[in-house]
């Protein structure tokens, strides 16, 4: 295993076991590991509830196309309050049947929506779509079949026959591979050759990584640079070990949460306050404590 590989273990042991060191920090959020994702905790809810396994692919995909910027806790749980009281919501041809004023109305009510115009808009052309293309790669996913993550990638990408996008707030690259990701784990979807999604890279992921010493010295200069930050990633994850083998915690869109989270609040405070502060295990390779 390399030395990139064992640095990718030890956040996703720390992440998806609870066990970062949180004590010298304050604001956190409520989720502080994978467990507490209100995304994990709410599909596990549902499951309980003996709810469909469509259906939560549908909550994920509704959700997760508006989950931007924003409170995801008041989303997510809001988002399960409205399929207990409107359950048609969740379903693609239960949602065509209500119009877009019940729709908007619904949303606002459990606090689903920030925006009131476009959000029940994109809702209700995702559900047209995957009711009227059930032979696409999204539509098919969330029926079940096995689906390649390369070739969801490129549906939600692609325009309708008139121009018009079909899977509107979902198409972005990032809401995209995030998108996947929530289908792969906690919604268990059947997604091939998932490790093919790379990381995301923003502000935290491209702090930890530099901290953690994986950028060359030949690359200080661009160690911003999302494809060669993705590329240091992927090559990690190609050796990376862990204590209970998982599939999905082995591959970047496993890492992706757990390396956000540790640059969001373990560089970002450190940065933040001018000393390092240990949140991890892989705090221990990090050029701050050298």
Not at 95 to 117: H, P
Request: proline share 4%; hydrophobic share 40%.
């Amino acid at each position: 295993m390399s030395e990139f590989g064992k640095i990718a273990g030890l956040i996703v042991e720390d992440f998806y076991q609870s066990r970062f060191d949180l004590s010298a920090r304050k604001n956190l959020p409520a989720a502080t590991s994978w467990d507490t994702l209100p995304q994990v905790e709410c599909v596990k809810y549902l499951r309980e509830a003996d709810t469909s396994n469509q259906t939560i692919l549908l909550y994920l995909t509704l959700l997760g196309a508006i989950d931007r910027a924003r409170d995801s806790e008041r989303l997510w749980w809001g988002g399960l309050e409205l399929y207990e009281s409107h359950p048609q919501v969740f379903d693609p041809l239960g949602l065509l049947a209500i119009s877009v004023d019940e729709l908007t109305e619904y949303l606002g009510e459990f606090n689903v929506t920030q925006n009131t115009e476009r959000d029940p808009q994109a809702w209700l052309e995702i559900a047209r779509t995957i009711a009227l293309e059930s032979n696409c790669p999204v539509s098919r996913v969330i029926y079940g079949k096995t689906v390649d993550a390369k070739h969801l990638m490129k549906d939600l990408g692609t325009r309708g026959e008139s121009g018009h996008n079909r899977f509107p707030l979902l198409s972005g690259q990032k809401t995209s591979m995030n998108w996947i990701r929530l289908l792969a784990r906690p919604g268990n979807a059947n997604i091939a050759h998932l490790n093919s999604l790379p990381i995301s890279v923003d502000a935290h992921v491209s702090r930890a990584t530099h901290n953690l010493g994986m950028v060359k010295p030949d690359k200080l200069d661009g160690s911003n640079d999302s494809n060669y930050i993705q590329s240091v990633w992927r090559s990690a994850v190609a050796t990376i070990q862990i204590e209970q083998p998982d599939d999905f915690q082995s591959s970047c869109a496993g890492l992706n949460p757990a390396l956000a989270f540790f640059g969001r609040f373990g560089c970002g405070h450190c940065d933040k306050i001018g000393k390092p502060v240990r949140i991890g295990l892989a705090c221990n390779h990090c050029k701050l404590f050298l």
